[in-house]
């Protein structure tokens, strides 16, 4: 009888076993969306969806599927998808259209996930904080990914024939594009423009650092110091040293701007700098945007979320995973040059050495994001160009211009 | 008096193409209508609720929804007519009798069949204050002398996606126009010419007059196509600069992007019905002039 009993436990036991292995190892495909900033990241993406494929062992297998980033319109874009019934499993993302996932029930909430992950203390415990408040409840809806803190661009050789030093203060940044912006040939026309001012979707980024080093914010626009913020930015444009392209300048044309000689400085983040080590070499540099009166910097953010119409969201998590400390961190941020959350791989060489990590990090203590709110997509996307181009153009004043900003954001 | 025996077959017959055509047009019609009247952001999923005319108030006091409008009637008015101007020189011209006649007329078709995100990213390089080819152009005959950002200053952004639209509707008007004078007879013009008309009366009193139906078919279609056209502006400046460029089909899209849809659809209404308020009246003329001509 004991040996029956003992015989059916153990034929009992290897089944059981035998069905969590089969359930364990049943074929998953997780269907993710990115962007890219060009195509050797595009690539590298697709490597490491590929890795994570080969190496997971649990038979989940990720599709990575390239959306353009379109000036922001990608969180559009994917909102648009997911509403309507589509949609990836997982998502790269941007904190600042965290509100209308989360209004619309559109994402999975990862404490449960983060609660029994071994790794969660690899990332620090602060942007996990930002990643709650960005929700406007107490859980975390986006997974941290790499951070992008915004810095200047320079030309050490453009410095140098205009005589200009790396800017410490604000008032020497102003300063230094007016020296910059030079003839070169002598033929009474401007060759170079001391600053690559991005007046398209996306430019409010940079912009923010002139509201803040005047002394403003982004609570009220209106302020005096504000206003005297946007004053300088339209002064560049008026005083010529801006290309007259400006206005509808966007990430595209102030990097061809640089990288054509066009301009002597311009505003980005990291992820820029490969390709600016390859045109320029060693004649490329950057420094932290400096401080007037206050100091601010955007942080770029880019995180992973999984979407509530994944029916795998503990395969989807073990990707979200591999990009968050796993190899995909290390992949993606080597590639890119972006800063890791990941406290590891902050750690290695290649990131202890580059010049343009270290500003990063120089920039890191007071960058920031702007206000997440509803309204936010659409002052990034439509109102801010708009009203910028139209303050740059002398359509309207410094002034009315942050008023109408101040209304388009915060209602009031 | 025999009754007519009732016969379901022409209703089932034509009924695939009425549900085809009610899902695809008046459902999202209906559906335009409704979200109309609500306060339909997608931003705040939890304030959706009917709010009767508000929207439609709301567009009223809303400069640039006028502003839009007012830019909708410039872009139709120069656009569409500057294509039938351009697009009828060329139509007289490919009816003519000349060496390569063919390869003329596949090569004026190109802008026609060129998709409208393509023609907005060609023409937003042609037009690129920095390194576009129109400046350089300009440069060398010397007709400027410093470059001009034609797509970042207001005074001449407009222009220039209007100056695109026209380039692309050429081929439209004179693919149709030439259509048009191939059907009309040569006894007119023999007559005409007996009668002792110059070109210019031949022009105005045989060729205009045979081709009207034609010019009035093509130009309402392009008014309707112009004005709810997106793609050619949103890829060259996006309504942009300062929202110099924004019509109202542009208008309408921007704010369906940022999912305020109800809204979106108010002002995609009121386009509809300013577009039937000319398209009425034209069809009407169109229709009086052929019953007259019974």
């Given amino acids: ?412 | 008096m025999q009754r007519k025996r009732f016969s379901p077959w022409p209703y089932l017959l034509i009924a695939p193409a009425l549900i085809v055509i009610f899902a695809v047009v008046f459902f999202p019609v209906l559906n335009a209508i409704g979200m109309s009247l609500q306060s339909y952001d997608l931003r705040r999923p939890s304030q959706i609720r009917f709010t009767g005319l508000a929207n439609y108030a709301a567009a009223m006091r809303d400069p640039l929804f006028w502003q839009a409008l007012l830019k909708t009637v410039m872009w139709v008015g120069v656009g569409v007519g500057m294509q039938f101007v351009f697009g009828f020189m060329l139509a007289l011209l490919l009816n003519r009798k000349f060496l390569g006649r063919g390869i003329v007329r596949s090569i004026s078709l190109i802008p026609w069949v060129t998709p409208g995100v393509l023609i907005g990213l060609m023409w937003r390089w042609i037009f690129d204050g920095n390194y576009g080819v129109l400046n350089d152009l300009l440069l060398r005959l010397g007709l400027i002398h410093d470059k001009i950002p034609f797509l970042a200053q207001q005074s001449t952004a407009f222009p220039s996606v209007i100056l695109t639209i026209i380039w692309q509707g050429i081929p439209f008007f004179a693919l149709m126009l030439l259509a048009g004078l191939q059907g009309i007879p040569e006894e007119l013009y023999d007559a005409a010419n007996v009668d002792g008309a110059n070109a210019v009366q031949r022009f105005f009193l045989v060729t205009v007059p045979s081709l009207k139906n034609t010019i009035f078919v093509t130009t309402l279609l392009r008014i309707i196509w112009v004005a709810n056209s997106v793609d050619v502006i949103f890829n060259l400046t996006e309504g942009g600069p300062a929202y110099s460029t924004q019509t109202l089909s542009v208008y309408v899209f921007n704010k369906g992007n940022t999912l305020n849809l109800g809204y979106a659809s108010t002002m995609a209404i009121l386009l509809a019905l300013a577009l039937a308020l000319v398209a009425v009246p034209y069809l009407k003329t169109l229709f009086k002039a052929q019953e007259e001509a019974k």
């Fill in chain 1, 1 to 412: 009888m004991k040996r029956t009993l003992a015989f059916v436990l153990v034929a009992v036991l290897s089944m059981t076993a035998l069905v969590a292995v089969s359930a364990q190892q049943k074929p998953v495909t997780i269907v993710h969306w990115y962007w890219a900033d060009n195509p050797s990241y595009s690539a590298q993406m697709q490597k490491i969806a590929a890795d994570f494929n080969a190496t997971n062992g649990k038979g989940i297998t990720v599709v990575a599927q390239e959306y353009p980033w379109d000036g922001g319109a990608y969180s559009e874009t994917l909102f648009r998808a997911v509403m309507g019934g589509g949609g990836p499993d997982t998502s790269s993302f941007k904190l600042t259209s965290t509100p209308l996932f989360t209004a619309n029930n559109l994402l999975v909430n990862l404490d449960e996930f983060l609660a029994k992950w071994k790794d969660k203390d690899k990332i620090d415990s602060s942007l996990y904080d930002t990643m709650r408040k960005a929700s406007g409840t107490k859980s975390v809806y986006v997974m941290p990914w790499n951070t992008q803190i915004l810095y200047v661009y320079y030309r050490p050789s453009l410095f140098k024939k205009a005589g200009v030093s790396v800017p410490k203060t604000y008032a020497e940044f102003l300063e230094a594009c007016k020296k910059l912006t030079m003839d070169t040939n002598g033929d009474g026309k401007t060759d170079v423009y001391g600053f690559g001012m991005r007046g398209a979707k996306g430019g409010q980024e940079p912009w923010g650092s002139f509201i803040w080093a005047r002394g403003g914010n982004f609570d009220n626009l209106t302020t005096p110091q504000a206003i005297q913020g946007m004053q300088d930015f339209i002064d560049l444009y008026k005083n010529g040293y801006a290309p007259p392209t400006a206005p509808m300048d966007g990430f595209q044309e102030i990097i061809a701007n640089f990288k054509s000689g066009k301009t002597a400085m311009t505003i980005h983040h990291i992820g820029s700098s490969i390709g600016m080590v390859d045109t320029f070499g060693d004649d490329v540099a950057a420094f932290a945007f400096p401080g007037g009166v206050g100091r601010w910097t955007s942080m770029g953010d880019t995180e992973n979320v999984i979407l509530k119409s994944s029916k795998n969201r503990e395969a989807a998590f073990e990707w979200l995973a591999y990009l968050a400390t796993g190899k995909g961190q290390e992949a993606w941020c080597v590639a890119t040059g972006n800063v890791p959350v990941s406290k590891d791989v902050q750690q290695l060489p290649f990131f202890q050495n580059n010049r343009f990590m270290k500003v990063s990090i120089e920039g890191a203590p007071y960058a920031g994001i702007f206000p997440i709110l509803d309204t936010t997509t659409e002052w990034i996307s439509t109102i801010w160009p708009n009203t910028v181009a139209a303050a740059l153009t002398g359509k309207i004043s410094a002034a009315e211009a942050m008023k109408q900003l101040q209304v388009g954001l915060w209602g009031k």
